[in-house]
T-cell receptor, first 116, second 110 residues
Framework: DGGITQSPKYLFRKEGQNVTLSCEQN?????MYWYRQDPGQGLRLIYY???????QKGDIAEGYSVSREKKESFPLTVTSAQKNPTAFYLC???????????????FGPGTRLTVL | GENVEQHPSTLSVQEGDSAVIKCTYSDSASNYFPWYKQELGKGPQLIID?????GEKKDQRIAVTLNKTAKHFSLHITETQPEDSAVYFCAARGNTPLVFGKGTRLSVIA
């Protein structure tokens, strides 16, 4: 059963703590992405990776960090520097992120992070 | 960079009626335009997409049109059903990763 998994579905953390969100895919996709979703704001790109050991900042990268040590995995760390971390976080992947590509982008089920 | 505007932000229709959601984009290099449906608490799912060399595409009750000159594209849902109720996002891709509109909450009233 192929797809993207994100865990956990709900996550609670105290203010000032770093937290890491998991994203795994078994679709053999090269490109992976992290988005943040807030009510009325749509999907905003945090980071993306086109290949293992490489990643680029998106529109709202401040306060976040990522790694891409394996093709299947793209964890996102929400650091204490992120001022408003409470949000719904979505991971996605596509076969390629190449310029002008038509590759479909698949999304995971999301993780809802609440910082208390 | 690319900027995608989506209207309306909310839309209510009677069951059986049609629904239309419109998006505009700014980057003339954009050449791929997908539409996603997101149900409550879930990740978005692709429902239809269109490439810049095509003006219209249909899949059963769903159709998308693209006007490259005017830089706008639209989603059309005919014979709406209660299960069509969800948030719909348009997106555009050219030289950057997908850029999304802010979404349209569609409510189909039985």
């Amino acid at each position: 059963d192929g797809g993207i998994t994100q865990s956990p579905k709900y996550l609670f953390r105290k203010e000032g703590q770093n937290v890491t969100l998991s994203c795994e895919q078994n679709l053999n996709h090269d490109a992976m992405y992290w988005y943040r979703q807030d009510p009325g704001q749509g999907l905003r790109l945090i980071y993306y990776s086109q290949i293992v050991n490489d990643f680029q900042k998106g529109d709202i990268a401040e306060g976040y960090s990522v790694s891409r040590e394996k093709k299947e995995s793209f964890p996102l760390t929400v650091t204490s520097a992120q001022k408003n971390p409470t949000a719904f976080y979505l991971c996605a992947s596509s076969l390629r992120a190449a310029r002008g590509s038509y590759n479909e982008q698949f999304f995971g089920p999301g993780t809802r992070l609440t910082v208390l | 960079g690319e900027n995608v505007e989506q209207h309306p932000s909310t839309l209510s229709v009677q069951e059986g009626d049609s629904a239309v959601i419109k998006c505009t984009y700014s980057d003339s290099a954009s050449n791929y335009f997908p539409w996603y449906k997101q149900e409550l608490g879930k990740g978005p799912q692709l429902i239809i997409d269109i490439r810049s060399n095509v003006g219209e595409k249909k899949d059963q009750r769903i159709a998308v049109t693209l006007n490259k000159t005017a830089k706008h594209f639209s989603l059309h849902i005919t014979e709406t059903q209660p299960e069509d109720s969800a948030v719909y996002f348009c997106a555009a891709r050219g030289n950057t990763p997908l850029v999304f509109g802010k979404g349209t909450r569609l409510s189909v009233i039985a």
